[in-house]
């Protein structure tokens, strides 16, 4: 798969995308932004972090675009409400579910079973694969060549539980985006990244000198969450989202951004 022209330059600011969430000291203080017509009913806050191309990052306007912003407005419109995009730190967007702050999250966030005790997921829009970057050259061809090296992840992350569970907590280093792992990575901090393949794709693009391996580190579901319990707010993303996904929506949104 590759980016289509709407991704095109989108990672030459991701630096900048870095320097939003970098001053962003807490979810209430993080970046918002409204999308669409006013609405009757009401408002939908969306939390997210956008650091995450294509399925989330920051354009030069300072708006948070990308296939689940998209994806997002759309359930917005379908509920007659006006969206708002809360931009935060990944490991903040649970918190921020449970205490009301947002009314759901779409970050490329993973159902695990873990997140599902304290979170309500929908049905699974589209899937993940899990990859790993490392500088050209390196002696990191397989995932068994992790195990003597230092590997950098997105704090809370999957590719965070996955490589501490496998790999042990001496081995990880974890950072606050991908994209400021990925710049320790050309940095010569760590030896390797474990995130998504696509916005490994964008970083790698960005930074002259990276690969991404062949070999998969894992595949995975991304879904919506909601806060736990809150059915009401559940059975209208849930029943939008499998709307959207019965009626091609959902996949004409991403082959925007993405093409085989």
């Given at each position: 798969m590759g980016m289509k022209k709407k991704m095109a330059g989108l990672m030459a600011l991701s630096m900048m995308a870095f320097g939003v969430m970098a001053g962003c000291g807490s979810a209430q203080n993080s970046s918002t932004q409204d999308g669409g017509a006013p609405a009757e009913g009401g408002t939908l806050r969306m939390g997210t972090n956008a650091t995450f191309p294509p399925y989330e990052s920051v354009d030069e306007n300072n708006k948070v675009v990308g296939i689940d912003a998209d994806i997002a407005q759309v359930i917005a419109d379908k509920l007659n409400m006006e969206l708002e995009i809360i931009n935060m730190e990944f490991d903040a967007l649970i918190p921020a579910l449970g205490a009301g702050q947002i009314d759901f999250a779409m970050a490329g966030m993973t159902a695990k079973p873990e997140r599902a005790e304290q979170v309500d997921f929908s049905t699974s829009y589209t899937t993940g694969i899990q990859v790993?970057?490392?500088?050209?050259?390196?002696?990191?061809?397989?995932?068994?060549?992790?195990?003597?090296?230092?590997?950098?992840?997105?704090?809370?992350?999957?590719?965070?539980?996955?490589?501490?569970?496998d790999l042990g907590e001496d081995h990880v280093q974890r950072f606050e985006s991908g994209i400021v792992a990925t710049q320790a990575l050309v940095n010569g901090q760590i030896d390797a990244?474990?995130?998504?393949?696509?916005?490994?794709?964008?970083?790698?693009?960005?930074n002259e000198g990276l690969k991404i391996l062949d070999t998969q580190y894992a595949v995975e579901d991304y879904a919506a969450a909601i806060a736990k319990g809150n059915t009401e707010m559940y059975d209208k993303i849930n029943g939008v989202l499998e709307e959207l996904k019965a009626d091609g929506t959902i996949d004409k949104i991403i082959a925007e951004y993405i093409h085989e």
């Open positions: 790993i970057i490392v500088q050209e050259g390196s002696d990191i061809t397989t995932v068994e060549d992790l195990k003597s090296k230092k590997v950098g992840v997105q704090t809370g992350t999957t590719g965070d539980e996955y490589c501490s569970d990244v474990v995130i998504d393949n696509e916005p490994a794709k964008a970083y790698v693009e960005a």
